[in-house]
């Protein structure tokens, strides 16, 4: 699906839009090498009043911080941010005066929904941990939309995300992009028109979980094998159907693979690599094998030592989704460092903070703030302006979706967060949050925090969030 | 404040508690004892000894003076339920000595024995203003849930010296609600009758040691190391450190330790705010992760930011810490109390609850957890609000020794930091 076509059908009318992207979604199940999206978005932003908000300091996410301003919002999308606009009549005011407004937080590594709150194992959906290679598997499938934390990492401003699968396999399944928006199905939350990623892992886990099993990869250099192996299959298979495509279509087209569909959709560079890889050496290593099989990393994820190649990560264009605090757990994440986005950011690339944790996705803005105030003591210069980019701008970036959100700039996704305070402060609470303009979490307001059908009812819960 | 301030102190750190005189001068002081806030003052140390802090305290000539103009200084923080000093990599088990799965020993397992001063954590979490750990032991369940007990807990200091245990076995460790249940074969009702049945046999070992050693008596299932470990609490000298979450759970275990005459720390207590009026009337201390939110089990339905508040001010004597085993996240510390506060607990209260209130708890407030006369130096300076990301500590003293503001991460940043 091509997100141009997605701009324009979001720019429409609700019903036209529906119209439109129920016909995209039936040509993008037609026949082809990446195989469609057969599991079409349903998510469509309620109508709003629209929106003013008024005498905050705003970091629009472009850089920028406004002393005080006015950010409008209007049928789902951001209509203006300033700092001498006039609210036009009939648009609902919100009185912002000594607080801060940000793009709405947006999460490039989470396992929500897949790793759902109760852990038992019957919601363990996360590792399909039974071959080195399932590109085949869709974490969309496994996301459970009453996943209690959902509604916490709303409350902590995360007005998007990227579910994916874990880190057991070489190659582990395409991502899911949602909105943070309380949902019954996966495809009520699923991002209208967002490419897919493919989760790739590095390292460690896949040589643990498989050699521990007495089968390959028990290395990483069967890790590097496995993945070239993959490959050299993907770029057959893409073959194989261009050659079908080439010739007129003519006769049985080859047979759909569902591994091979997905790695042939990054080979096409539709679909994203998302790849969990913590030293420097070996993310030196996945960029050769890109570039051997000719594809393009999107983001590596933990890369706790990142820093150690700022330039060339910058230099290719590759995004850093890390923490501040997370490190040593493990021998390949024992050089992690505060200052390990600050440096990438400095180098010129593209800084991430995740949280790949359901307590961390709740204070994503802390995290950004811990690294910064690192960065800012080693002598730094890093603004709130920019820092805050790496928790909006930079994550959409890294998800294929900058174009319509992680900025408040007009056009972009009304998703918009109301701060109580700095963001970066501990004391800061997101009082309001709005997804596609739709008041979506109000931290006075019971009726605005939406909890799960799994909490309803359970003991705690008249007074527990 | 800040660079001039450093450049000099780097200049003047000392590694042993020396024979000198320090005053902090013109700095807030929260000193968590009787003299409450101070809004400028000083702290006077010398030879390693706080001698005096508090306004109008007079610095004497030949003082080495350090500003903490725009400053506060608070005392040491205590990370509570921590690994520090018993791990290096978590999932390098040659370098983490946090848990047996010995069966031969459970409730002996003594982690003050055995810890490492050379951990590169402990600068690390020095740098968040950590200046000691309640170390204390995990399960290791990678055979299943086999022991009752995961051994004895100490404190300990971050000096990096060699006698890093301040005291040792300050407590006991059990964990009960769905873990115990899962020890004791799979029901809350068999733990809690064990549990009863382990003291009883404690207590009649204790008063038939000699029968025991000569093999007589009735036999037992605990090892002796682990049966000797216990005496101490079914004496009620040791607390038990009981990991539990459910507001039932809480209540049984409220309901033991009075039948049972024992001393007992609760830690976890995602429900605690539903039961907290019992827990005060108890008088039974809890230790609480202030962020842990998230309804991770079904013991932990109820599970809210807002339980340190609430606890607090239901009168329950609170400690926080952050996640529970994870030494290398220590430096949280600071963050959860500053998020307790976000979700309504008053600042004081937050401090109390990482300085003089797991000092008290753990016996050692003779020496740290406050800003008094007679205690050891074991404080740091800010240059903000000590619970916020955007301070950074400007002098740290653990055991009347200033330590440098270094650590492994600094030196990798160093390496790699562009010049500029």
């Known amino acids: 699906m091509g997100s141009a076509a997605e701009r324009t059908v979001l720019g429409a009318g609700r019903l036209v839009g529906a119209a439109l992207l129920l016909a995209v979604g039936c040509v993008a199940a037609a026949q082809d090498v990446g195989g469609g999206d057969p599991f079409t978005s349903t998510y469509r932003p309620a109508p709003h009043p629209p929106l003013a908000i008024v005498g905050a300091s705003i970091l629009t996410g472009t850089g920028a911080e406004i002393a005080t301003g006015t950010v409008l919002v209007r049928d789902g999308k951001v209509e203006a941010v300033g700092a001498d606009l006039a609210v036009p009549d009939g648009y609902q005011r919100i009185d912002g005066r000594g607080k801060w407004v940000t793009p709405g937080i947006i999460d490039a590594h989470s396992h929500l929904g ?128 261009e050659k079908w495509e080439k010739g007129g279509k003519a006769g049985d087209p080859p047979k759909r693979d569902l591994q091979l569909e997905t790695l042939a959709g990054v080979l096409k560079g539709e679909i994203l690599v998302q790849n969990h890889c913590y030293r420097a050496d070996e993310m030196a290593v996945m960029i050769d094998v890109a570039r051997e099989f000719g594809f393009r990393i999107r983001a590596f994820h933990h890369a706790n030592e990142a820093y150690k190649i700022a330039p060339l990560l910058a230099k290719e264009d590759i995004c850093v989704a890390t923490w501040a605090n997370s490190w040593g757990a493990k021998m390949e994440s024992l050089d992690g460092i505060e200052e390990n986005a600050p440096m990438i950011d400095a180098a010129g690339g593209c800084a991430i903070i995740h949280s790949d944790d359901g307590l961390l996705i709740q204070r994503l803005n802390q995290e950004a703030g811990i690294a910064m105030t690192a960065a800012n003591h080693a002598g730094m210069t890093i603004a709130r302006g920019q820092a805050i980019r790496w928790i909006t701008a930079n994550p959409a970036k890294a998800m294929g979706v900058a174009d319509r959100v992680g900025t408040l700039e007009p056009g972009k996704m009304g998703d918009v967060v109301l701060w109580s305070a700095d963001p970066f402060s501990v004391y800061a609470v997101a009082e309001k949050v709005w997804i596609d303009g739709v008041l979506s979490w109000d931290r006075a307001d019971p009726r605005y925090q939406g909890s799960s059908d799994f909490v309803l009812g359970q003991p705690g819960q008249e007074f527990a969030r | 404040m800040i660079r001039p301030m450093l450049g000099a102190l780097a200049l003047m750190l000392s590694s042993q508690a020396s024979a000198e005189t320090v005053a902090i001068v013109d700095a807030r002081l929260m000193t968590m004892a009787a003299a409450g806030e101070v809004e400028r003052g000083t702290v006077l140390i010398r030879d390693g000894r706080i001698v005096a802090a508090g306004a109008g305290v007079a610095v004497p000539t030949g003082a080495r003076v350090i500003d903490g103009r725009g400053g506060v200084v608070t005392p040491g923080f205590i990370q509570a339920d921590s690994t520090l000093g018993a791990v290096e990599v978590s999932q390098v088990p040659p370098s983490a000595d946090r848990a047996t799965h010995s069966a031969g020993i459970s409730a002996g397992f003594d982690i003050s024995r055995g810890l490492n001063p050379d951990s590169i954590l402990l600068p690390v979490s020095r740098l968040a203003g950590i200046t000691h750990a309640v170390t204390t032991p995990l399960y290791d369940d990678r055979r299943g849930r086999e022991l009752q007990f995961s051994g004895q807990a100490a404190v300990i200091d971050l000096a990096q010296q060699p006698d890093m245990v301040t005291r040792p076995r300050v407590a006991m460790v059990l964990e009960m609600g769905e873990g115990g249940a899962a020890r004791a074969g799979g029901a809350r009702g068999a733990a809690i009758v064990q549990l009863k049945a382990t003291l009883a046999d404690v207590r009649h070992f204790a008063r038939n ?25 079914v004496e009620g000298r040791m607390p038990v450190i009981v990991k539990v979450d459910r507001a039932s759970d809480i209540v049984e275990m409220l309901t033991l330790a009075r039948e049972e005459k024992l001393k007992i720390i609760l830690d976890g207590a995602a429900e605690g705010w539903r039961v907290a009026p019992q827990i005060a009337a108890a008088g039974v201390p809890v230790i609480v992760d202030p962020i842990a939110n998230l309804p991770r089990s079904f013991s932990e339905l109820g599970a809210t930011e807002e339980n340190a508040a609430r606890l607090n001010a239901a009168g329950v004597t609170l400690i926080l810490k952050t996640g529970s085993g994870v030494a290398h996240r220590a430096r949280e510390l600071r963050y959860g109390a500053g998020n307790a506060v976000a979700w309504g607990l008053p600042h004081a209260a937050a401090i109390a609850a990482i300085t003089i209130n797991p000092a008290r708890i753990f ?5 740290i957890g406050s800003l008094e006369s007679g205690k050891e130096a074991d404080l740091v300076l800010w240059n903000g609000d000590p619970l916020e990301p955007l301070s950074r500590p400007e002098a740290v003293f653990v055991k009347g020794m200033q330590m440098p503001l270094t650590a492994r991460p600094l030196d990798l940043r160093d390496r790699y930091m562009p010049a500029r």
Not at chain 1, 138 to 144: D, K, M
């Open chain 1, 114 to 241: 897949v790793y759902p709150s109760p852990g038992t194992p019957s919601h363990e959906d996360g590792n399909e941990a039974v071959s080195p290679n399932t590109a085949e598997v869709w974490a969309e499938h496994s996301v459970w939309p009453q996943d209690p934390k959902f509604r916490l990492a709303r409350g902590g401003g995360v007005t998007s995300l990227m579910v994916l699968p874990g880190s057991a396999n070489l190659f582990g399944g395409r991502s899911a992009t949602l909105k943070n928006v309380p949902a019954v199905t996966a495809q009520a939350m699923k991002f209208p028109g967002a490419p897919y990623g493919l989760k790739m892992a590095c390292g460690e886990n896949p040589k643990r979980v498989y050699g521990g099993k007495g089968r390959a990869p028990m290395t990483r250099m069967g890790n590097v094998a496995g993945y070239r192996k993959a490959w050299i299959d993907a770029a057959d298979y893409l073959r194989r159907w």
């Open chain 2, 363 to 367: 016996g050692v407030s003779n020496r």
């Open chain 2, 209 to 233: 040691r000699a029968a025991y050693d000569r093999g007589g008596g009735r036999p037992q299932p605990l090892a002796r190391i682990d049966l000797e470990a216990l005496v101490p609490v």
